[in-house]
DNA sequence: CACATCATGCGGTCTAGACCATTCTGGCCG
DNA sequence: CGGCCAGAATGGTCTAGACCGCATGATGTG
């Protein structure tokens, strides 16, 4: 936000490194720029006019154009300048709640908790959650919805060690929501996706009528190295489907530089 | 005129840059050593010694190390040194065909052309491939299987135009296959998984019994940016899943520098 | 013996230049 | 008018240093 219009052409002595790293800071500006300023292909400026204006060596800006290249937040051409890359398409499929999935399909999600409890961990849940059999978690039931209608049941269990407090209030709004504020942000998982038929319980509470598939997801989500969830959902089949983005088969390894080496593409 | 710095002491032959750029013979130096010689988490020569082996400034050994790092091959830290990195899971989902991916399990792929024929593009594939409706496009009706156990029904359409003479000589082994050899190897796609009950027709092709469920994926295939397949699969629910890798929830933008900027991280 | 200190080596940041390759533009000339 | 060519501007590569912060192990010291 604020431009440095003017540097203090010299030498800030009294915080000399404190206020962080050069580049950063170029690095900063150029994304406040991209994002409240610049629309997609527009160009940035050019490094030397960024070298004057922040009056660092050109390395230094070039530190955080390519940084920010990497990140394919930018585009640069040789001879041309450096633009605003176009939006690209996630290939990653993401952690997401069920609220936050149902909000951006534009839909007002809703929970109905049928069960919540402390209790031994089974057999199957320990394995998943790499505890000790009958080591406590926290079991949560809940029936989810999108704008009034049914969409999913939803099972989960988290390890009541790394959570005490965890039902004390009632159940969390969000299951996420509990982990982040006790220092355990989900980083990553793994979805198990397969289709079965509802039970009839199941195919009650989801007001389910004519065809009884389900899409069912056992999840299993991590903090860095540690399980802190395990968790199973059933979806309507007629109403819910997942969309997983694909790369092409993977390369070899070490792509870059291995590109230019060998001109013939005659496979 | 000026003097170049570089005091061209010891080699400016008769071909300086024709071979390339310095940092690549770095990079493709260290490359090969990490691929044949290292293993995981051994460190590499330092920055200092790489710039001796090699007669080249201590930034131009950066470049190449920085790229292999951004790659996410190498991993560095200060103070230690630079190491090659741990294997990381792969994030994607990789667009990979039914055959890989049974083989990948072990088991024995078997595919039986149930239709094979070029035809008028049905309106839903043309709207997905981006065609005229009506334009050409060759449909392949094929049940697959892994050791001999019926698995999967494949409904899939390619635009004619693309390879005129596929089905000159039946049905090519794999469809994938024939596009890498039209030059039209797929490099991105789009599945959307969904679950329903199979037909009569589908449960006996599947030789389904009991559970009738369905998971089916409809799937876009891209090469760059030309659509060149349009696919569905019908996986029999009780032999079947899909595992899907999940990152952790996407970040606002610019993350590397945000990290640091704010110094609170009081857990 | 336990612990603090220091030297060393490492990657991280930064400078003030240089030349190269590519792209585009504008003017010149046929 | 059309095509060619020279600049100018841009990013790409590279140098030969410098100092910083961090991690580690050796060296003393109480």
Redesign the pocket.
Known sequence: MTIPAAPAADAPPATP?RAG????AVRAYLADLIENELAEGDA?P????LTDRF??????V??A??SLAADGVLV???????FVAPARVDFEMRLTTFGEDVRRRGMAPGTRVLDAATVPAPTRVAEQLALEPGEPVHEVRRLRSADGVPMSLEHAWLPARLLPAMLDDGVPESLYGALRAAGYAPTWGEDTISASVATPDEATLLQMQGSLALLRTRRRTYAEDTAVMYSQASYRGDRYSVVVPLREAKPTIVPRAARDADGRTDR
């Open positions: 490194h790293h050069k580049y950063q940035l050019s490094e030397r006019a009056g660092v060596s050109r390395m230094t070039r530190q154009l390519d640069r051409e040789q001879g041309r300048g450096t």
